[in-house]
């Protein structure tokens, strides 16, 4: 006998039928001038439809420089617009995303790229030097760096925005096609390269910000803090891309600093937060943490590793947000 068990909450439409991009620009023209990117470091800004643009002007550029359908590109980036533009670009175009630490020695980066079948690398000029094997072996290298500073060889990035936008009717994507190509941090070995095609990371986000009882409850109401790595699925996916699809405002910092946090989070109001436990330790152990408003915030998500229940409920007088931490995966 087969038994049917279902929940007593509505059920959640999987839109298995679209790529990726398609399902997150899906409601853009909705608030097409709504604020989408505001980056930390420079202080720039970025509309919903500026951000569709600059994606599409990307995939055009990706497939100037000979990027095909499933070739893959590599994010050698911290958290910045360009990444932005980048990863969803790559999924315009039909191509693949694979994300690389910044951190990683230049073995760990040449490993990856040989494993994965790089065909394109996009970096800050700070981080060229850690591409020695690469650069004479044919793979291009773009920096997202001004201009002024171009390493020798290299190209920059703002050729890939000097292209009108990415004409969608010119490839035929399936959803079931590889879009993104983590790779896991090798706590049980080396790291290994994970195959998530479209239809697996929209049917993600869907489970996470779709549907009349969400389980993240982002809203276009919401300023998210991403300060985790985009690097890492967790960000990648919890933070950009559901934040994106429900149409909330993405508040990007490059590099994790208690202070410039605090700060941030005051200054912008933010409402949503991805945290690691350490973070979430450098904020309630930060002297001057009662200086800061921090009332804006109403989730805290917390995964990658346990949180002690200690700082689940802990928060300074100005924090009271902070008791709301929930823990993921």
């Known amino acids: 006998m087969e038994h ?3 929940s007593p909450l509505p ?5 298995s039928h679209l790529t990726l991009h398609e399902y997150i620009f899906e409601k853009v023209s909705q608030y097409p001038d709504k604020l989408c990117l505001l980056d930390h470091a420079s202080g720039r800004e970025y509309s919903y439809s500026e951000t569709e643009v600059c994606s599409r002007r990307v995939a055009s550029g990706l497939a100037a420089m000979g990027i095909g359908k499933g070739q893959v590109i590599m994010l050698l980036l911290p958290n910045c617009p360009e990444f ?3 990863f969803m670009g790559a999924s315009i175009c039909g191509a693949v995303a694979t994300t690389a630490n910044p951190m990683y020695k230049p073995a760990e980066i040449h490993r990856q790229v040989k494993m994965s079948d790089t065909k394109l690398i996009i970096t800050q000029a700070a981080l060229v030097s850690k591409l020695a094997e690469e650069i004479g072996s044919h793979i291009p290298i773009v920096t997202v760096d001004s201009a002024d500073n171009l390493p020798d060889g290299c190209r920059h990035f703002s050729e890939l925005m000097n292209s009108p936008p990415f004409d969608s009717s010119e490839i035929e ?5 590889v879009v993104a190509l983590p790779f896991s941090s090798g706590t049980t070995g080396l790291p290994k390269g994970v195959m ?3 239809r697996s990371l929209a049917t993600s986000v869907a489970q996470q910000v779709d549907g009349d009882n969400p389980n993240l409850h982002f809203s276009p109401d919401d300023t ?5 790595p985009l690097i890492h ?8 891309l559901c934040a994106l699809r429900a149409g909330s405002t993405i508040a990007l910092m490059g590099r994790f600093d208690v202070a410039s946090l605090l700060q941030l989070v005051q200054k912008r109001k933010i409402t949503g937060m991805a945290v690691v436990p350490p973070i979430v330790l450098a904020i309630t152990k930060f002297a001057q943490v009662d200086q800061f408003d921090l009332s804006s915030v109403r989730k805290v998500l917390c995964g990658a590793a346990p949180l002690a229940r200690s700082l689940k409920t802990a928060s300074g007088s100005g924090s009271p947000g902070l008791s709301l931490v929930r823990v993921m995966g």
């Open 4 to 6: 049917l068990f279902r």
């Open 11 to 15: 059920d959640i439409e999987i839109p």
């Open 84 to 86: 932005v533009f980048l």
């Open 173 to 177: 994507i399936h959803p079931d096609e």
């Open 196 to 198: 998530l095609t479209h």
């Open 224 to 228: 998210i803090l991403c300060v985790l």
């Open 233 to 240: 699925i967790f960000s990648l996916n919890s933070v950009l």
